[in-house]
Nanobody
Framework: QVQLVESGGGLVQAGGSLRLSCAAS????????IGWYRQAPGKQRELVAE???????NYGDSVKGRFTISTDNAKNTVYLQMNSLKPEDTAVYYC???????????WGQGTQVTVSS
C-alpha cells in the first residue's frame, strides 16, 4: 500500500504562485509514475503534471510553461510549483501514484487551490 498526503493549497490572487507538496509513504518502490491531477466543479479530473521514475515529465497543455513538477527522492515527496496562476486553475488538486504492472492508481485526499481574479 501507498499513502499520499498533499499540502500547500490555499487562496491566491491571479498572477500569484503556490507550491503543492505530496508526501508518499508505504510501498513507494512500487510506484512508477507520480504526479498531479485536478478537478474543478462540474468538470472531469484532468492531468496537470506527472514524472516517471526515470525523470521524464508530462504536463497538461493548459499549464505548460507555468507549472513545474519535481521530486525529492530522499523525502519521498513530489512538488508542484505553480506560477502565473489563473482563475481557471481553481480546482481540487490530487496527488496520484501509478503502479504500472497492473495500472493501479493511488490517490491523495486532495487539496483545494482557489485563484481569485
Amino acid at each position: 500500500q501507498v499513502q499520499l498526503v498533499e499540502s500547500g493549497g490555499g487562496l491566491v490572487q491571479a498572477g500569484g504562485s503556490l507550491r503543492l507538496s505530496c508526501a508518499a509513504s508505504g510501498s513507494t518502490f512500487s510506484i512508477n509514475t507520480i504526479g498531479w491531477y485536478r478537478q474543478a466543479p462540474g468538470k472531469q479530473r484532468e492531468l496537470v503534471a506527472e514524472i516517471s521514475s526515470g525523470g521524464d515529465t508530462n504536463y497538461g497543455d493548459s499549464v505548460k510553461g507555468r507549472f513545474t513538477i519535481s521530486t525529492d527522492n530522499a523525502k519521498n515527496t513530489v512538488y508542484l510549483q505553480m506560477n502565473s496562476l489563473k482563475p481557471e486553475d481553481t480546482a481540487v488538486y490530487y496527488c496520484n501514484g501509478r503502479r504500472e504492472y497492473d495500472w493501479y492508481d493511488y490517490w491523495g485526499q486532495g487539496t483545494q487551490v482557489t485563484v481569485s481574479s
